[in-house]
């Protein structure tokens, strides 16, 4: 018998999302005779404990006889069981420093770490995330900020609705003004501004008409790899080699930011990567952009006015294009900045079973079975040892805190 437990978020802000729901967990033990799961209670999880224990999933505190522990984000360093097994986001290998004493106590405590973001189809496609939904509230709160700024339409806040179909009924009979819309990348969380940018009524149109038409309707271009970067010496793209050498490439997106009325940045970034634009294009009077949603949100990253974290409670604040300090959103010398770090958690249900239904699809049966080269890939530290794989980490776990 292998048992399962689902543990409860520490992180604060408190997540509101799981790795599996009830009506999942119900299927689990339906189908997997040696599988038995046991749920930690929790004030904040948007499943209720009376959903699991209705789905015949224990509720309890201890968790201690448990083999595998399913997280979310980050475990609070007090919570971690000695000798497990633990799968969750543990937001550290970009090597991110306010992560750096849990991953020590993680080797310190011989603990098992898989790290969902390392999950990766044989073509390099992550496994698993929550990109898509970060994607829908991402574009609907950018579109939201727009509309407040300049009064010409009225969105509801997400977090109020209980479904992404009870947010899609809000948008029957919106007409949005004649915008311009630019969408930056091809993963999941373009996927899910595109579905956004659908629902809403907005018309794709190609990069050149993008660039040098006026319309009557809103409209919105999708920008992937090859409109973004080129070669600084062939002004070429490829996207091995970009992804390879980025230092080598340089960003196209400049001649975006005299047209665009709204920006939807939704591309991977780390330091080596060049970013959409600079600090001295934004003070530029032929700076166009009014509302920035960093999706992926890295601060002072692809989009170098992104200047840290809002919340759910309050997404938005102004950066003023000269002074570069944060200020009210909406001000006229301002850009308004979406940067919220959590963006699934307003719609955590949908969120949480899209989630749980590819853990159970490409990971679950391997994870019962003892591993897979998936599942070894993803693996920062097993049992108290830093992986093979994650050797660039060696300073970063073993260098005294």
Known sequence: MIRIGLIREGKIPHDNRVALTPAQCKWIHKTGTAVRLAVQPSDYRCFSEKEYQMAGVEVREDLSDCDILLGIKEVAISDL???????????????QE???????????????LIDYECMEHEDGQRVLGFGFFAGIVGAHNGMMAYGQRT?????????IQNSFRQL???????????????????????????????LLGLIEVDPDEFLSRSFTYPVFVQLKGGALYENIESGNYNREEFHLCPER????????????DVLMNGIYWDQHIPRLF??????????CIKTIADITDDMGGSVPCNLGDATIETPLYGVDRLTQQKTLPYLQNSID????GNLPNELPRDASRYFGEQLIKYVLEDLLKGGSPMISKATLIEKGRLTDHYSYMKDYASATL
């Not at 069981?81 to 090597?95: E, N, P, Q, R, V």
């Open 278 to 287: 600079e600090w001295e294009e934004v003070s530029k009077e032929d700076f």
């Open 337 to 340: 900045i979406m940067s919220v």
């Open 168 to 198: 899609i009924h809000t948008y029957f009979g919106l007409k949005l003004p004649n915008i311009k819309v630019a969408i930056t990348g091809s993963g999941r969380v373009a996927h899910g501004v595109l579905e956004i940018m659908n």
């Open 249 to 260: 490439y340089r960003s196209k997106f400049h001649p975006y930011t005299k047209v665009t």
């Open 98 to 112: 306010r992560n750096r004493e849990m991953l020590r106590e993680i080797i310190d405590r011989k603990i098992t």
């Open 81 to 95: 069981i000695a000798g497990k097994s633990y799968l969750f986001f543990s937001h550290t290998k970009k090597l």
């Open 151 to 159: 009064g010409k339409f009225h969105l509801q806040r997400v977090y």
